[in-house]
């Protein structure tokens, strides 16, 4: 697509269950990147991905968040007995590579609520 | 540590100048970048300075001193539609971006 695809845009879910958010990159984009961003926050680093490279997973927060990238292209960040602290809109970005003038470019988000 | 600051909030008059300061503090140094974020949408990528000086494109323009770890964005001519928060964020020694909290630019009339 033209741009970076993210799915749902919102999801509304209850305390303890599991959410999967799906970010669909721009084609030939070997970087990808998850944030998130809390009300009035700036942007919280999560999971990088860059080619067949092992992911950077320093900024997850708890074990109870995990992702993947199949294929190189499509990821899906997973969050396990949500909690209402994950309450948040988790941005996706891609890149063409990384290094020196490579801007990221970002989806519209998903907007997760935990009642 | 690494540390990206920018004031929370800054109000400015249509069609007068502001200008939005960064100072940073990261290990390693490869550009420091400006984002533009509308609320409630994703940011979008304004500017790019890795070479100090000034970056000029249009109503913005964007200044780099390596040596003092400091950035502006001037946005001239103001307009209503640039009201927005401006996001500031530093290309680091391993190349992930660290990101400033963002300045919440309001425009009044």
């Known amino acids: 697509g033209a741009g970076v695809s993210q799915s749902p845009s919102n999801k509304v879910t209850e305390k303890g269950k599991d959410v999967e958010l799906r970010c669909d990159p721009i084609s030939g984009h070997t970087a990808l990147y998850w944030y998130r961003q809390s009300l009035g926050q700036g942007l919280e680093f999560l999971i990088y991905f860059q080619g067949n490279s092992a992911p950077d997973k320093s900024g997850l927060p708890s074990d109870r968040f995990s992702a993947e990238r199949t294929g190189g292209s499509v990821s899906t960040l997973t969050i396990q007995r949500t909690q209402q602290e994950d309450s948040a809109v988790y941005l996706c970005a891609s890149s063409p590579s990384t290094g020196g003038f490579q801007p990221q470019h970002f989806g519209d988000g998903t907007r997760l609520s935990i009642l | ?109």
């Open chain 2, 1 to 109: 540590g690494q540390n990206i600051d920018q004031p929370t909030e800054m109000t400015a008059t249509e069609g007068a100048i502001v200008q939005i300061n960064c100072t940073y503090q990261t290990s390693g140094f490869n550009g420091l970048f400006w984002y533009q974020q509308h609320a409630g949408e994703a940011p979008t990528f304004l500017s790019y300075n890795v070479l100090d000086g000034l970056e000029e494109k249009g109503r913005f323009s964007s200044f780099l001193s390596r040596s003092k770890g400091y950035s502006y964005l001037l946005l001239k001519e103001l307009q209503m539609k640039d009201s927005a928060s401006y996001l500031c964020a530093v290309s680091g020694s391993n190349y992930q971006l660290i990101w400033g909290a963002g300045t919440k630019l309001i425009i009044k009339p």
